[in-house]
Nanobody
Framework: QVQLVESGGGSVQPGGSLRLSCEAS????????MSWYRQAPGKEREMVAA????????IYADSVKGRFTISRDNTKNTVYLQMNSLKPEDTAVYYC????????????????WGQGTQVTVSS
């Protein structure tokens, strides 16, 4: 069955860095667009970053541009989110999403979600 397993979350001080990983199985990863979403308490889930199936196209939310980088390794069925210069407002549960409908634009969420990993930025 489809599995998306996130890891790498934790607590960090403002200005710090974290690297999230999402290991996928059960579907054709290399033919799927991948995204990271986040949801803070009391807020709607929002897209943070997305990457096309071959890694050639990436998009970012304005709030994270220049600080976060999404990447993928299709040989390892894994997508990453490198987060630098973290701010308290980045505190949220981060979710990995997969969209195997490759013909849709990058950033459109698919049906596959991970369980989420908590990121807390606080001094």
């Amino acid at each position: 069955q489809v599995q998306l397993v996130e890891s790498g979350g934790g607590s960090v001080q403002p200005g710090g860095s974290l690297r999230l990983s999402c290991e996928a199985s059960g579907f054709r990863f290399s033919y799927s667009h991948m995204s990271w979403y986040r949801q803070a308490p009391g807020k709607e889930r929002e897209m943070v970053a997305a990457i096309s199936s071959n890694g050639g196209r990436t998009i970012y939310a304005d709030s994270v541009k220049g600080r976060f980088t999404i990447s993928r390794d299709n040989t390892k069925n894994t997508v990453y989110l490198q987060m630098n210069s973290l701010k308290p407002e980045d505190t949220a549960v981060y979710y990995c999403n997969a969209n195997p409908r490759e013909w849709l634009p990058v950033g459109i969420p698919g049906d596959y979600w991970g369980q989420g990993t908590q990121v807390t930025v606080s001094s």
